[in-house]
């Protein structure tokens, strides 16, 4: 069983007071006692143990404190289920006390400046300094054993990067001093955890940064905040820090770069070693310091980071997975917007998109397409909406009580994204084929959940009403009963949620439009056999029907790995053999896509009436299970994909029937009308 330890702050804090106090008062009070007895004649040896009990209260105030202290400083520490108990995990508490870790600190980091100094840093003494990882008492000491200064330099000098570049050895096994500047960094986390005597200088941030302009010492406090668990004030801090170092001395790309004077192993490139550079994995690992970093008033620094500053060595990509944890880790609506972590988020998000839709931002940042991808799966009902507006909106956050009245349940604060910057955006994301399947599967997952929700709401409808007459005629035989509900369900598609169904479906084209023409692939006839995002667009047409809805509250973007399985795992070369009809351009495709998802929910959610009923396929022999024709499942219609040329031939054949558009109003022209629509506001506006 894990060693754990449970301490209430306050409480503790209480304790430690009130035996502050007793201590200093019961000898006082035993003394008294004691010459009162006396007087009195009576004597009386208990008394006495009274100043004892004040000494054994002032011996343990300092281990109770250290102990306060100690599980206050630690990273993992939990809350518990009641009250203020604050948990941890007390195993990697090897120190427990500040002399204790001060004592271990002294005698390691004497032995580290050996080994660096000769040259033998060995697997032993990093595995030593392995074991204190998560010891406050321990990390702490040792930070201040060794400063700033000589830390960044034991870093250099651990590489042998301190040497003459024709008297630096080739590393050709660096795991040690990977391990060691890992180890570096997670003792650096710990001890910015620090509180009360457990904590670091107030100036050491300063120090750390204060020669950021020397590779050398970038390249160490890169490292050093590379893989610590670090506080979020002292990471903040420092990060604010190293933008105005950043900003008061720009990264020159002019000026020479010879790798073999870099830090690091000799053979390789230590990436972007701007003061900003240093701290873009830590931001990343740390989404809220990089939310409050990205928002801050005074210094507006995303605009700066995504438009205006220089990276080398891959490091926008850093910067994309940044943005990206600050936009997507925290997405709530359930705390106003001061306090809100998703609120910030779609802030961001809203922000970074503008900033990305940019030509200027798209050069500055070429490898981020995966992170602005992953941005739009998390927010797609914000660029669904944003279609449906034609480039109104400006950046800032859907603060409503309900940011997506398009669906059922309170959604998480949605982004204010411009549509014109979403298509420009979109436009250069869809260069990277990847992107365009992630982006069409969390569309595809959308459509789908809109289109699941307004089928269950006709159903619904037409159970009250059906329901209502049923108990109005008590008398009604089972023939008129199935007549009824059949006149009713009919009734219900061609108003009301029938009407409103026709409009999303409407809706939901448009924007399908706005992603097949940012990939670039409106006309599919004219593409290429080969195209990637070609074959991506038809596959999602042809396999949308068999994604699962998400449920009311659920983030999008946390389903849309199992739905690009679900669309692009399960297709089989036969099917390109039988092509349909009018599924050559992106507005064929997009057809067929909507009335294979509509024909589907509605079979899902008994929209087709009863198995007797003539709108249902089953009133057809051709259609029944055991005919070559049957195109059912358990669960519904097949995919188009999963069909043989019989079913696929008989699914056509139902869908045509004059009896079946009874109930089955085909989007044909709704379609048509949106991406009409989406031609005349879009074309021309924004390449």
Not at 235 to 252: C, I, N
Not at 312 to 326: E, K, N
Not at 435 to 455: I, K, N, P, Q
Not at 500 to 526: R, Y
Request: aromatic share 8%; net charge negative.
């Amino acid at each position: 069983m894990t060693p754990s330890v449970g301490i209430d702050p306050a409480l503790m804090t209480q304790l430690i007071n009130g035996m502050k106090r007793a201590s200093h008062t019961l000898p006082d009070v035993g003394r008294q006692v004691e010459q009162t007895l006396t007087t009195l004649g009576v004597p009386l040896w208990g008394p006495g143990h009274l100043s004892s009990i004040g000494r054994q209260m002032n011996d343990r105030i300092p281990s109770l404190q250290g102990r306060l202290d100690l599980i206050l400083a630690t990273p993992d520490r939990r809350s518990g289920t009641g009250g203020g108990v604050l948990w941890a995990d007390e195993s990697g508490w090897l120190s427990k006390s500040p002399a204790e870790g001060m004592a271990s600190a002294t005698t390691l980091a004497a032995e580290i400046r050996t080994k660096i100094t000769s040259r033998s840093l060995d697997a032993q003494t990093v595995a030593e300094l392995e074991r204190h990882r998560n010891d406050p008492f321990f990390a702490v000491a040792f930070l201040t054993m060794i400063p700033p200064r000589e830390l960044t330099s034991l870093i250099s000098r651990a590489y042998s990067a301190d040497l003459p570049p024709s008297s630096r050895p080739l590393l050709y096994d660096t795991a040690i001093q990977d391990r060691f500047l890992t180890m570096l960094s997670t003792l650096l986390g710990t001890a910015s955890h620090g509180v009360g005597r457990t904590r670091l200088a107030a100036d050491y941030a300063d120090r750390l940064i204060e020669d950021i302009d020397h590779p050398q010492n970038a390249y160490a406090v890169k490292r050093l905040l590379q893989d610590g668990d670090f506080d979020h004030a002292f990471l903040l801090a420092l990060v604010r820090k190293l933008h105005d170092k950043d900003l008061a001395h720009p990264p020159d790309l002019t000026l020479p770069r010879d790798p073999w004077t870099l830090p690091g192993p000799r053979d390789v490139s230590p990436g972007d070693l701007s003061p900003l550079g240093t701290a873009l994995i830590a931001l990343a690992h740390h989404p809220a310091v990089a939310q409050d970093f990205f928002t801050d008033p005074a210094r507006k620094p995303l605009a700066y980071l995504m438009r205006d500053h220089p990276w080398l060595g891959g490091a926008d990509t850093d910067l994309g997975w940044a943005i990206q944890a600050a936009t997507t880790e925290f997405r709530d609506h359930d705390l106003p917007p001061g306090g809100s972590r998703g609120y910030k988020s779609a802030l961001i998000a809203s922000w970074a998109l503008r900033f990305w839709s940019a030509p200027k931002t798209q050069t500055n940042l070429p490898t981020t397409r995966p992170h602005l991808a992953a941005i739009l799966t998390q927010y797609i009902s914000d660029v669904h909406r944003s279609t449906q507006l034609f480039g109104k909106e400006v950046p800032g956050v859907m603060a409503n009580l309900d940011p997506d009245k398009d669906l059922s349940g309170r959604e998480p604060y949605g982004a204010r994204f411009n549509a014109d910057e979403t298509k420009r955006a979109m436009t250069w994301l869809f260069e990277d084929d990847d992107a365009f399947r992630t982006v069409s599967a969390a569309h595809g997952l959308y459509a789908a959940r809109m289109l699941d929700e307004l089928a269950a709401k006709i159903a619904a409808e037409v159970e009250r009403d059906f329901t209502a007459w049923r108990e109005s005629h008590p008398a009604a035989t089972w023939k008129q009963l199935d007549k009824m509900r059949q006149d009713i369900l009919e009734e219900h598609m061609v108003r009301s949620g029938g009407a409103e169904f026709a409009a999303a479906v409407g809706d939901l084209g448009m924007t399908t439009w706005v992603i097949a023409d940012a990939a670039n692939i409106s006309s599919i006839e004219k593409a290429k056999a080969d195209d990637v995002r070609t074959r991506t667009f038809k596959q999602l047409t042809e396999q949308v029907v068999g994604l699962v809805p998400t449920p009311p509250g659920k983030f999008i973007g946390l389903v849309v790995d199992t739905a690009e399985s679900l669309v692009f795992d399960k297709v089989t070369p036969s099917h390109e053999e039988q092509a349909r009809q009018d599924a050559d351009t992106a507005l064929g495709a997009a057809k067929h896509m909507f009335t294979d998802l509509t024909a589907s929910v509605m079979m899902r959610h008994g929209l087709f009436g009863e198995v007797s009923a003539q709108t249902h396929p089953y009133y057809y022999e051709d259609f029944a299970p055991g005919a070559t024709g049957h195109f059912l499942t358990d669960k519904g219609i097949r995919p188009w994909a999963e069909m043989s040329a019989d079913q696929r031939s008989a699914y056509e054949e139902w869908l045509s029937l004059h009896t079946t558009g009874r109930v089955f109003n085909r989007p044909d022209d709704a379609l048509a009308l949106s991406f009409k629509e989406a031609e005349k506001h879009y074309v021309g506006r924004t390449s």
